[in-house]
Nanobody, 115 residues
Framework: QVQLVESGGGLVQPGGSLGLSCAAS????????MGWYRQAPGKERDLVAT???????TYADSVKGRFTISRDNPKKTVFLQMNSLKPEDTAVYYC?????????WGKGTLVTISS
């Protein structure tokens, strides 16, 4: 049973930085693609960034150059470093893992960008 637990959300002023972590348990972490999605109030859940088992990354256009995704396979953890944060980055951020054609999700962590 795959379980994902996010941490690191909070309140940050515009222009600030925040780092998110997602710890995975169960599954074959090192062979799975992982990533982050976010859902703002009243909106659909959208992709933020993904990283393959080989380290290839993809980013939403809205976060390119500001966010960085990385992973630590021995620690079964994926990270999202967020810089130059904007109010429109406010959302619940969800960790995602795909294994054997099944998508797994964490419960989410709230990120609020406000002065």
């Amino acid at each position: 049973q795959v379980q994902l637990v996010e941490s690191g959300g909070g309140l940050v002023q515009p222009g600030g930085s925040l780092g998110l972590s997602c710890a995975a348990s169960g599954g074959t972490f090192s062979r799975n693609a992982m990533g982050w999605y976010r859902q703002a109030p009243g909106k659909e859940r959208d992709l933020v960034a993904t990283i393959t088992s080989g380290g290839t990354t993809t980013y939403a256009d809205s976060v390119k150059g500001r966010f960085t995704i990385s992973r630590d396979n021995p620690k079964k953890t994926v990270f999202l470093q967020m810089n130059s944060l904007k109010p429109e980055d406010t959302a619940v951020y969800y960790c995602w893992l795909r294994q054997d054609y099944v998508n797994y999700w964490g419960k989410g962590t709230l990120v609020t960008i406000s002065s």
